[in-house]
């Protein structure tokens, strides 16, 4: 069965946030789309240095994949909750997809399933991505 180009291929919005079933995935991604993080390097190291957690364990690896029903939060910690804070009084990038439930009082968001495709920042030409992949087998 032929699949969509967009499902065949994974699409990228900052690193990994959609991947083959389409979820915004990266944590580094849904940091700034909450205010988290102000910048891709600023959630990558909030990330790196332990501040979140997914399904209330900490996970320090910002290419890690999330499913839907997972819970992404801050942790229960002064200093992540202060930088988390601080981050979000000048939120940016924020603009909360509609596939994420985000409790700002708790600082946690879960994933409710899949991302649509006008919310990845990018301007991709899908169908010449497929053209180019497929050269490649």
């Given at each position: ?10 699409v ?51 290419s ?47 994933v ?15 169908l ?10």
């Amino acid at each position: 069965m032929p699949q969509s180009p967009a499902a065949a291929l994974p699409v990228v919005e900052t690193f990994h946030s959609l991947q083959g079933e389409g979820l915004h995935a990266g944590r580094s991604a849904f940091f700034i789309r909450l205010g988290f993080g102000p910048t891709v390097p600023g959630a990558r190291q909030l990330v790196n240095h332990g501040h979140v957690t997914v399904n209330n364990r900490v996970v320090d690896i910002p290419s890690f994949q999330c499913r839907a029903g997972d819970v992404v939060a801050i942790r229960e910690r002064k200093c992540s909750k202060t930088l988390a804070e601080a981050n979000m009084a000048f939120p940016g990038l924020a603009n909360i997809p509609p596939h994420l439930e985000f409790d700002k009082a708790k600082m946690t968001a879960k994933v409710g399933g899949r991302i649509e495709r006008e919310w990845v920042a990018l301007e991709i030409n899908e169908l010449l991505v497929v053209e180019f992949y497929s050269r490649k087998v």
